[in-house]
């Protein structure tokens, strides 16, 4: 896998942009702290890019899945550095309305560039590597966020709010320069693809019924997003209740590294234990983790609590990926990508509201145990049907 040039430049590529995407994230959010001051409102305008992406999403996989994955990338990236201008003229403008077409045109591309990305990543290694390829490609994006956060301190001090955003462009920009050098062999499943009916989600839902472990697995990253939905408002409201700026960079930092330990741990785990068992483990551990944001207005229960969630969604997610990838037959691969973006995204968005609001209404420790027993209730419904399932499998088969 080290060989292929085209693994080094989808992970260099994700490096570069991923230092970009954090510099926007933390502007956004020194941005938003300066302009909107409920939490509320916050999320409601992080919400508008998301439905944006939402709304674009059956079109964006049938244009994935009949055209070239590299084609696909780089226009969405080419938009994705377009997007960057709207925020710099919302800074000059002091215009929260800018930032909101900002956000939305960012999240479009985002909508034809991730299910892109996601499709290509099998085409350019083999199906044994790809846990590991999933596993070392999530780590790049974390290690690119833990600089991206540290830089993005250093540059809020040393630097305009513009600037912040002017670096974030050009970072965009070197992601497409590298896409361009991408090959990828897709001529004969580009004739599979145009040989399809590609009428959108239609004819994906009945390939999907049929993979038992793939809808599990779809169910089962609920959990996760309820933690991920809210991150960066938590994130804020864990910084204002014990009055630090420092302990933000402290707890994307921790969750990072502790994100990239999971990530190179679950290849091992993997040897040991089946992808349910691991999803349900992590799950239910990804539970624990926001009961313990109840704590968070002291720093070392919070910080904990970040690094067993980080940990935790290390494990999760690659194994997830790889079920994806390898049981979804390919000429669906944008599509069915495409729709998990999609539902990523409206669950993104409903948990993104609902942490806004019930930070305002409850606070930090009323929404942990609400979401805490939500995502252990999920786990724990889930598991059991899992597990009635196998039963019933294991008699059918005895009876046979």
């Not at 020194?30 to 305008?45: A, C, G, H, L, N």
């Not at 290694?125 to 999933?134: F, I, Y």
């Not at 497409?176 to 994906?204: A, C, P, R, W, Y």
């Not at 069915?336 to 019930?358: E, P």
Request: proline content about 3%; glycine content about 6%; hydrophobic content about 55%.
């Amino acid at each position: 896998m080290w060989r292929n040039k085209n693994v080094w430049i989808l992970l260099i590529g994700e490096f570069v942009a991923g230092l970009g995407l954090w510099l926007g994230i933390i502007g956004n959010l020194e941005f938003m702290q300066e302009k909107v001051p409920s939490d509320f409102m916050k999320s409601v305008i992080l919400a508008a890019g998301l439905l944006a992406g939402v709304a674009i999403g059956p079109f964006a996989g049938r244009v994935t899945d009949q055209l070239k994955k590299k084609t696909v990338m780089l226009v969405a990236g080419f938009a994705r550095t377009i997007s960057v201008v709207f925020m710099l003229i919302a800074i000059q403008t002091d215009s929260v309305l800018w930032m909101v077409v900002f956000l939305v045109v960012i999240q479009i591309s985002a909508a034809f560039y991730f299910p892109a990305l996601q499709a290509a990543i099998p085409l350019v290694v083999k199906d044994h590597e790809l846990l590991q390829m999933n596993g070392v490609h999530m780590n790049v994006a974390t290690l690119s966020r833990i600089l991206g956060t540290a830089v993005a301190g250093i540059f809020l001090v040393m630097m305009s709010l513009s600037m912040m955003y002017v670096a974030s462009l050009a970072a965009y920009f070197c992601l497409v320069i590298m896409t361009f050098f991408i090959k990828i062999d897709e001529d004969e499943d580009q004739k599979k693809h145009f040989s399809k009916d590609n009428s959108g989600f239609k004819n994906l839902f009945p390939i999907v019924k049929q993979l038992p472990i793939v809808t599990m697995t779809l169910i089962m990253t609920m959990v996760p997003l309820l933690f991920i939905g809210g991150f960066n408002l938590i994130v804020i409201n864990i910084s204002e209740i014990q009055d630090s700026s420092l302990i933000k960079s402290w707890i994307y930092t921790a969750e990072g590294l502790s994100f990239m330990i999971g990530a190179f741990s679950v290849k091992r785990l993997s040897m040991k234990l089946s992808p349910y068992t691991i999803l349900f483990l992590f799950s239910f551990i990804i539970g624990l983790s926001q009961l313990l944001l109840f704590f968070a207005s002291n720093p070392v229960l919070a910080i904990i609590a970040f690094v067993t969630f980080g940990f935790s969604v290390g494990c999760f997610f690659p194994t997830a990926a790889t079920i994806f990838q390898t049981r979804v037959p390919k000429e669906y691969h944008g599509r069915f990508f495409s729709f998990r973006n999609m539902l990523d995204r409206i669950i993104f968005q409903v948990v993104l509201l609902l942490t806004g609001l019930m930070l305002d209404l409850i606070g930090l420790k009323g929404m942990a145990i609400v979401f805490g027993i939500i995502s252990l209730s999920i786990t724990g419904l889930f598991y059991v049907k899992y597990r009635r399932t196998a039963s019933t499998r294991r008699i059918e088969v005895n009876i046979v």
